[in-house]
């Protein structure tokens, strides 16, 4: 996680805090299956290398709460698919465009991201399939 998020009223911003708002820290996945956790949120690069397909699976809000406004960044290196969706279908709503509106995907080379629009409601855009 960048340094010094989440920041509270009151708050001195530091250098290195500041230094933090210019820069991703970067979560590399290598497997095929992640799952969201709270560090994932601010400004935190989600990046996936495995050559087959991903899925990057969203939690519900009773597995963690993620506040209303969070943007999760993805990046898809590998060469599968990335796909986006619930821990829990039915529990977690996604939408997007295209024709996996539900289970957004990201090819290779293409980066979305995930913003939480509601409590448990994520909308992704960004260079989806």
């Not at 500041?18 to 989600?46: H, M, P």
């Not at 087959?52 to 519900?60: A, C, E, N, R, W």
Request: with cysteine; hydrophobic share 45%; proline share 3%.
């Amino acid at each position: 996680m960048a340094t010094g998020f989440p920041a509270a009223t009151g708050d001195v911003l530091s250098a290195a805090m500041f230094n933090g708002l210019v820069a991703f820290t970067l979560n590399a996945q290598t497997g095929t299956t992640y799952t969201l956790v709270s560090t994932d949120q601010y400004q935190v690069l989600v990046q996936t290398t495995n050559a087959g397909t991903k899925t990057v699976s969203i939690p519900t809000d009773a597995t963690y709460t993620f506040p209303t406004g969070t943007v999760v960044t993805f990046l898809n290196t590998g060469a599968g698919d990335l796909t986006v969706n619930a821990v829990t279908a039915g529990t977690t709503t996604i939408t997007s465009v295209g024709a996996t509106v539900a289970a957004p995907k990201i090819g290779q080379y293409k980066s979305a991201v995930a913003i939480k629009t509601a409590a448990n409601a994520w909308t992704v855009c960004g260079a989806v399939s």
